[in-house]
């Protein structure tokens, strides 16, 4: 893949000596002394200089790149790897800032080496954080998948299910990627029903997050119940329950996820 130096995606050796890079390794990272961020005049002397860096954050003074890891450790380097998901728990908001870009970005640049229409290599945009395809033009620029998650209420009950595969321990609320042609109230009133067969109503925006596993936008909201009975596929969900607000299971999301907000905002809400 080609890059210019003026670009969003630029080779290793293009960037300032005083540039800071996120090394991403599918969904961990690269850590130097406990710390997220590598020197770019390290990483010069001893990686590919034309591998390539897209930008993170360069408004910033520390100018911080991402790109992928290495194959392989470098002789002599204090080299450890730490999932993005707990590194993200313990990093404060910046962190949890440019680990999310930098997952995401890296995902999305390994994720699209060809053109979509003409099956060209891609390049790097000129100027915009941007891939291009030298033959037709086609341009392509990340992508972010939006998805709701919804805590139902029901009185002083909450819906909370275990999901099958990762995490499968902890109780959580309910999500889903929206569909093509969906506003975010019908793909809830859809999965909802889909996963519990539990109708619900009166929808409310909470809040959202940008979630780097690989590229959702976690739309979240709060619904009350309107009617059903609990019924699970056992397939995507092994088990739903209503958990009075006293007795919540031990194993809930963490505080940083939005998942995690917006239980702790509804027992706030008891409490007024
Ligand atoms: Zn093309």
Redesign the pocket.
Known sequence: MTVASSSSIRALRELPDSAQLILVDGADVLLLDEQIYWPAVLLKSVLDPLAMAVAVDVASDKSVYAMSAPGGQPAGWHESRCAARQLMQRSSPTGVDHIGKALQLVHWISSHRF?G????PLHAHPVERALQ?P??Q?RVFPRISPCVIVLVRRDSHILLARHAGRGSATFSCLAGFMEVGETPEQTICREVMEETAIEVCNIRYVRSQSWPFPSQLMLGFHADYAGGEIRVDEQEILEARWFEASSLPTALPPSFSVAGQLIELFLQSLKV
């Open positions: 053109c229409v003409c099956g060209q395809c033959q037709c086609h």
